[in-house]
């Protein structure tokens, strides 16, 4: 997930997530697991990879989270035509700690966000899964900070 995308913004109206909304951030986080798979493919140190990855596999969890949200929003069964926006990952070759940096600063907002919604949010079992997506978040934010230490330690030698 990236911070700049309409969902997180949206937050700061004090709304609950609308359907579209909800969509629009499933999607987004099923972009997610795609994202960190190919951040992963592009860091040399196996152990900081191999913790990038596993938040891809937890954004791939959000996604289908809030699939369940959907239908407690609608009050029928969903299921989506496809899983992911569809739109092309732009990614550096290189994965610097910079880079890195922004993808935490992301999860921290996004977890933020996840928070924002589940205040605003009169369903409790919807705002109790927003809840967990949020703490996922914040622990991805620390997974990844983990892995710019592990990563600059190796290069310090
Ligand atoms: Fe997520
Ligand atoms: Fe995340």
Redesign the pocket.
């Known amino acids: ?1 990236t911070a700049n995308d309409s969902p997180y913004t949206a937050a700061a109206t004090g709304e609950a997530l609308d359907l579209a909304g909800l969509v629009s951030l499933m999607h ?2 099923f972009d ?1 697991e795609q994202l960190y798979n190919t951040i992963a493919d592009r860091i040399a140190h196996a152990e900081a990879a191999e913790l990038v990855r596993r938040n891809g596999r ?2 791939a969890v ?2 289908e989270r809030l699939i369940e949200v959907i239908a407690l929003r609608t009050g029928a069964p969903y299921q989506p035509e496809q899983r992911g926006t569809g739109n092309e990952l732009e990614l550096p070759e290189t994965i610097s700690a910079k880079f890195l940096l922004r993808v935490a600063k992301g ?1 921290h907002d ?1 977890g933020a966000m996840y928070q924002t919604y589940a205040d605003n949010e009169p369903n409790e079992e919807i705002a109790r899964l927003l809840r967990q ?1 949020g703490r ?2 914040v622990m ?1 934010a620390r997974r990844v900070e983990q892995a710019i230490e592990m990563i600059e330690a190796a290069a310090a030698g």
């Open positions: 997930m987004l986080e997610g937890e954004e959000h996604g999860e996004g997506n996922e978040e991805h």
